[in-house]
C-alpha cells in the first residue's frame, strides 16, 4: 500500500520514493494530491501537473470535449434516472388530511432489503402492484414506497407490513 509524507524532517535528498516507499536514485519533486513529494520515475506519471497535461491533451484516448462534457453527462444521466425511478411521488395530500399514524400504527423495525423481498415475492405470486394494493386496501404508492424501501419517509403503517408479511409470506420485520 502507498505511503504518504509530507517530506522527511531534513528536507528531503532521501533514497526511497515517499508515495510507493522504493529505493531509487533518481527521486524527483511532484505534488501529489496536494503533497510536495519525492517520488520515483513510476510514481511521478501520478504528479498533479502530470494529470492535468494528460487531461488537456485528451489523454487514455479520451477526447478533451468529453471531459469538458463529464459534469453536464453526468448531471443528464442522474436526472433521467431520477425520472424513471422517483424517490417521491409528489403526494403528500394524506398526510395533509390524515397526517402520519405512528402512534395508532407503528412501524417496526424491518429487515435489511426488505423492499427488495417484497417486490420479489409480489412477482413470484403472479402479482401486479396494483392488483395487490387492492387486495390489501391500501394506496398503490404506499405499496410502492415499501418497495423502494422507503416505508418509513412515506408514512407507512405496521399494519401494510403486517398485511405483506401474511399475503406474500415473506418476513419484513426484526
Known amino acids: 500500500m502507498a505511503k504518504y509524507s509530507t517530506g522527511s524532517s531534513s528536507g528531503g535528498g ?33 504528479s498533479d501537473e502530470q494529470k492535468q497535461r494528460s487531461r488537456r491533451s485528451g489523454g487514455s484516448g479520451s477526447s ?11 448531471k443528464k444521466a442522474a436526472q433521467n434516472v431520477a425520472r424513471a425511478n422517483p424517490i417521491w411521488d409528489g403526494d403528500s395530500e394524506h398526510w395533509e388530511k390524515e397526517g402520519t399514524n405512528y402512534d395508532d400504527d407503528p412501524l417496526p423495525y424491518l429487515v435489511s432489503g426488505y423492499g427488495e423481498r417484497v417486490e420479489a415475492a409480489r412477482q413470484e405470486a403472479g402479482l401486479k402492484r396494483e392488483e395487490l394494493a387492492e387486495e390489501l386496501g391500501c394506496r398503490e404508492s404506499d405499496l410502492l414506497a415499501v418497495e423502494q ?18 399475503v406474500l409470506e415473506v418476513e419484513l420485520a426484526e
Open 149 to 166: 424501501g422507503r416505508a418509513t419517509q412515506a408514512g407507512v403503517g405496521g399494519g401494510l407490513i403486517t398485511a405483506l408479511e401474511s
Open 64 to 74: 478533451g470535449s468529453r471531459s469538458q462534457d463529464e459534469p453536464n453527462r453526468k
Open 14 to 46: 532521501g533514497t526511497n520514493c515517499e508515495l510507493c516507499g522504493a529505493e531509487s536514485d533518481s527521486l524527483r519533486r511532484a505534488t501529489v494530491a496536494g503533497a510536495d513529494l519525492e517520488v520515483c520515475p513510476s510514481c511521478a506519471p501520478h
